[in-house]
């Protein structure tokens, strides 16, 4: 192994080195305070949040999935209604529709930007259909004119799950916004690996319509507007003092994070461009990609081949997503009818994601470059 820095998926280790005085800083004024539920940080990362994204309301949670249970709830959608979403994603999407006795809807993907294809939506629209929940994935918007289209032709909601590309931006109208300030409800998630990650959980809501933000609010207290006295059904979830201070000091670097993830991928792109058998991500009309994920696809059934490699050779990877939702167990068990989506079952054969660490080094960087490489 050569004289180079651990290789991981993340660097968040070497993250918080960089950033240690500052992030120590603001978790012992927590903790001298001591006021670890709903401190003023919270409220001071929501405000900094809603400046950042140019939005009106941001509702701080729990974890990202509490987000899109919440967003559901306050839409008041009943028992049986559908939310069309993506097929290729993680299961926090279509898990937070099954939960709550609404069903979930698969429209398959892009096969260059791993995104809903919004030309499958329309064919997939019932009289019960309520809500379209587009995912944007690893970095990128989701064809955002489109899903505001189809949504006003039918009447529809639109929630953005943002987990994996806050920060990105989506000409809309003319206009850059952005993304999960476009839709009715835009939904984030603070996992640690994300663009802007906490130490822990954490996720938020934001919107710019007041009627909705106040019933997001309700619905992540208990169904309280007044402590004490519950109106609606809801659920506790909070964002912690702790947390939303490491956030209030990792907001202020998210540019600069963005800027290193971009960095890289263009470093990854010029290396990579002319190997055969693998086709590079590639950034939609429209909007940014803010790389939360490079993810590779290659052909010829080599996907796993590559990743054993590159393991041994201290190189991490990962797999997302080995099966595509319309197969899992839990969706099949409960759905009426099969949904055809090759696109996504084929994305499962062949996607293969690199590291993409804002902190990795330039040796560190030509060694995964090289690593792929050699493998050919």
Partial sequence: ????????????????????????????????????????????????L??????????????????????????????????????????????????????????????????????????????????????????????????????????LYVIEDVAQSLGSVFNIGGGMKKLGTIGDIGCTSFFPSKNLGCFGDGGACYTNSDAIAERLKMVGKHGAKVKYHHEIAG??????????????????????FITARINLANQYNKALKNIADVELPKTAGGTTHTYNQYTLKVKANMRDELQAFLKEKGIPTQVYYPMPLHQQKVFTDAADVKF?????????????????????????IDYIINGVKSFW
């Fill in 1 to 48: 192994m050569p004289n180079i820095l651990p290789i991981d998926m993340t660097g968040l280790g070497l993250q918080y080195s960089r950033l240690k005085n500052e992030i120590d800083q603001a978790v012992t004024d927590v903790m001298q305070r001591a006021q670890y539920i709903n401190g003023p940080e919270v409220c001071v990362f929501a405000e900094n």
């Fill in 50 to 155: 809603q400046k950042y994204l140019g939005v009106k309301h941001v509702i701080p949670c729990a974890n990202g999935t509490d987000a899109l249970q919440m967003a559901l709830m306050a839409l008041e959608l009943k028992s049986g209604d559908e939310v069309i979403t993506s097929a290729f994603s993680f299961i926090a999407s279509a898990e937070a529709i099954l939960l709550l006795g609404l069903t979930p809807v698969f429209a398959d993907v892009e096969r260059d930007t791993f995104n809903i294809d919004c030309t499958k939506i329309e064919s997939l629209i019932t009289p019960r259909t309520k809500a379209l929940l587009p995912v944007h994935l690893f970095g990128q918007g989701a064809d955002m004119n489109a899903v505001q289209a189809i949504a006003e032709r039918h009447g």
């Fill in 235 to 256: 659920i506790n979830s909070r964002l912690d003092t702790l947390q939303a201070a490491i956030l209030n000091i990792k907001l202020k670097h998210l540019d600069e």
């Fill in 340 to 364: 055809h989506c090759p696109v996504s079952e084929q994305l499962c054969r062949e996607a293969l994601s690199l590291p993409v660490s804002t902190e990795l080094k330039q040796p560190t």
